[in-house]
């Protein structure tokens, strides 16, 4: 997906305040920063997909915070 469609997605997310996409596209976003080894931009969005993560109560949670701390952004918790 390029960046613009993506960027669209979160702010449409983002203006339905919904939680699954949010997490899915923050996601998303920090993957294709990583796989371009911009380490600073995905973490920068692994931090957004973990923090509404949290806020839902999701699953994910507990991955995003491994990987998080992985690149030494993070304490590791336990979920």
Known sequence: MNKNE?????LEAHDRNDHEALIRYYTQAADEREAAHDIDAACFYLTHAFVFAL???AP???VLN???AAHGRAHRLEF
């Open 60 to 62: 994910e949670a507990d």
């Open 66 to 68: 491994a990987r998080l």
């Open 6 to 10: 993506l960027d669209r997605l979160l």
């Open 55 to 57: 806020e839902a109560g």
